[in-house]
């Protein structure tokens, strides 16, 4: 008698599971979450940071600890994330998405151990936020092109605007929840991200597979080497720019600060000349042939610059000026500043969904250029109230823009993705990637020194009445009012009041009648004094983040056809017209796969997603 040997016991979500699409859309969208969250969650927090380990914030001495503990995250995913790309083309997309991971969450863990105090725990922090920008690098690069995978063309909007909804929405999160915790206990900003690691890595390791096209060769070495060391020097420039320099404001005229950016430009562009010669490159620069792949790139990158600046320059106006003005106590303003920009964060939320489903109906172009173009009105609107405000209309404004956002994000993601062939979107994945973290590096960097051009021109004068009116010595009001206005903007950030700090140890504060020493030091002085050269720099920063937008909505409008997703080529006679190519120009063989795009798609719906692509 023979017997039936009992069938393999399947895996709870295999790749062809009819439901597995849904758990890579959960799985990449807390990657995406939880490494953008703490891309913003530092940048609340850092006055209780500051406080937790014992540095004074407003020491010149410090202020490259407090540039590079905002800036290192980002700076090291903006360099890495093609890389990685590349390697998820090559090795595996969700191989190298389950290792970023782990190494997000090793770092969450060490963030959170940090035992030194001052500048030792400084640098802790500075070279653990790098190791977890490593692991975010991983995440941002792959998250994307396993969706791209995972979904239909039907339904990749959806998936895409989703995935990317998420990735602006933790910047919002991270301001909010990094107030909350921030007020709880400076590790607690860190701890936050240690369970929710460890589940995304058991996740991803238990439920991901490897379902779309790898694009086997060698690892670029030439391309990510010249473009590691260019964007590198770039943005390190951009970043001590920030700081002064000799009797100037800032550090531009800097000739190490000239020759970082300088040489970071030329290295950028020597690996443009290479990448264009190599038979295997880093990242197909041909796929900037596509109109639609550069403009919505294009677009993207500045949206990011004025989304971070924005949030950037909001910290500063709220913990610095308004909170304190309207009776809270500098230790509680991270708090509250996040309680604040709910509205903001709410616009996006709401608007971000939304405008991902309508994408894959409507199209693409005119929900991204309609976003920009409500993100350039609130910026112009932003200039339009008091340093004063009354909240309401704030919240209106703060709402909208996030609105704008929201219609933004998915839709230019789902542009960018849908414009490449499926063989290269780890590359295109992991050059979006690049775009949104370079953008949000080089926000800091430009909106910080518009901002102390602003201050430069009016900030030393009511400094000087202002002490001057309070019985300090003309003589210690000139000295303070020529300490470059980058330390008053720190203030401001951290949330300071720094009067004390540099006028106590002179003792004026003591030989002063109390009631002026009383005045000087309090919650109200510092913030009205620095009111209105504070709005003088809001003019040149929002206007410049306004004209960013209304470029970008052109560029989007540029792009191309408002239709929705394109799909790479499914059908047997496109994979064979693909082979043929395969030995002509990369640009050629692009084209024909955008010709097939419509049969693909229609190809993909009547077999309901399940119809896998043949193999190039």
């Known amino acids: 008698m023979s017997t039936t040997a009992p069938a393999p016991r399947r895996a709870l979500f295999t790749k062809d599971h009819p439901h597995y699409k849904w758990v890579a859309l959960s799985n990449t969208t807390l990657g995406m979450l939880m490494a953008t969250i703490n891309s913003s969650i530092v940048l609340i927090s850092l006055p209780a940071i500051f406080n937790g380990i014992k540095l004074n914030a407003l020491d010149s001495g410090n202020t490259s600890y407090l540039l590079w503990m905002l800036m290192g995250f980002m700076l090291v995913t903006a360099v890495l994330v093609v890389g990685f790309g590349r390697l998820g083309d090559m090795y595996g997309r969700v191989k190298i998405y389950n290792a970023g991971f782990v190494l997000f969450t090793i770092g969450a863990i060490a963030l959170s151990l940090d035992p030194f105090m001052e500048g030792a725990g400084a640098l802790w922090l500075i070279l653990w936020r790098v190791f977890q920008g490593i692991g975010a690098a991983m995440l941002f690069a792959n998250s994307t092109a396993i969706l791209t995978d995972a979904f239909p063309a039907e339904r990749r909007g959806m998936a895409l605007g989703i995935n990317q909804i998420a990735a ?6 991270g301001l909010i929840l990094g107030g909350l915790l921030a007020v709880i206990d ?3 900003v860190f701890i936050v991200s240690v369970p929710l690691g460890i589940i995304g890595t058991i996740w991803s390791f238990k439920s991901l597979h490897e379902v779309g096209q790898k694009n086997p060769g060698s690892l670029d070495i030439p391309g990510n080497v010249l473009f590691l060391l260019g964007l590198t020097s ?4 951009i970043t001590y720019g920030i700081q002064p320099y000799g009797g100037q404001a800032t550090g531009w005229l800097n000739p190490w600060v000239l020759g970082a950016i300088i040489g970071g430009v030329v290295l950028l562009g020597a690996f443009v ?3 264009l010669r190599r038979r295997a490159p880093m990242f197909q620069l041909r796929l900037f042939r596509s109109r639609a792949f550069a403009m ?10 004025g989304r971070g ?3 950037f320059m909001l910290i500063i106006w709220l913990q610095g000026i308004w909170l304190p003005l309207h009776g809270f106590s ?10 604040y920009l709910l509205p903001l964060t709410v616009g996006f939320l709401i608007s971000g969904p939304l405008a991902g489903i309508l994408s894959d109906r409507w199209g693409t172009r005119g929900l991204a250029t309609t976003g920009l173009l409500l993100s350039a009105a609130t910026f112009v609107a932003l200039l339009l109230i008091p340093v004063d405000f009354a909240y309401p209309v704030f919240a209106v404004i703060t ?10 994000g998915a839709p230019n993601r789902s542009t960018i993705m849908s414009s490449v062939p499926a063989n290269q979107r780890g590359s295109a994945s992991g050059m979006a990637g690049t775009v949104l973290n370079a953008g949000s590096s080089l926000s800091i960097g430009i909106f910080f020194s518009l901002m102390v051009a602003g201050l430069a021109g009016s900030l030393p004068e009511a400094m000087r009445s202002g002490l001057t009116a309070h019985h300090v010595p003309a003589q210690a009001a000139d000295a303070v009012a020529n300490i470059p206005p980058v330390g008053s903007l720190f203030a401001a950030f951290l949330g300071y009041n720094p009067i004390e700090t540099l006028l106590g140890p002179t003792g004026i504060l003591k030989a002063i009648p109390a009631a002026d020493s009383a005045t000087l030091t309090g919650k109200e002085f510092f913030p009205n004094l620095i009111a209105g050269p504070f709005h003088d720099g809001l003019v040149i920063v929002f206007l410049a983040a306004a004209v960013m937008s209304v470029i970008g909505a052109i560029a989007t409008l540029a792009g191309g056809a408002k239709g929705g997703p394109v799909a790479a080529p499914t059908t047997p006679e496109a994979a064979r017209g693909e082979s043929v190519l395969a030995e002509a120009d990369e640009a050629i063989a692009y084209r024909v796969a955008l010709a097939h795009a419509e049969q693909a798609d229609r190809a993909e719906a009547a077999c309901s997603g399940s119809a896998t692509e043949p193999a190039r």
Do not use: K
């Open 296 to 305: 919505a790139n294009l677009a993207g990158i500045l949206a990011a610059v």
């Open 168 to 173: 602006i929405a933790g910047s919002f999160i």
């Open 309 to 311: 600046g924005l949030q």
């Open 399 to 408: 709402f909208l823009n996030g609105v704008g956002s929201g219609m933004f």
């Open 330 to 339: 500098y230790e509680d303003t991270p708090l509250w500043a996040g309680i």
């Open 234 to 237: 770039l943005l390190t420039g």
């Open 186 to 188: 400076w590790r607690a």
């Open 273 to 275: 000349a290479v990448e």
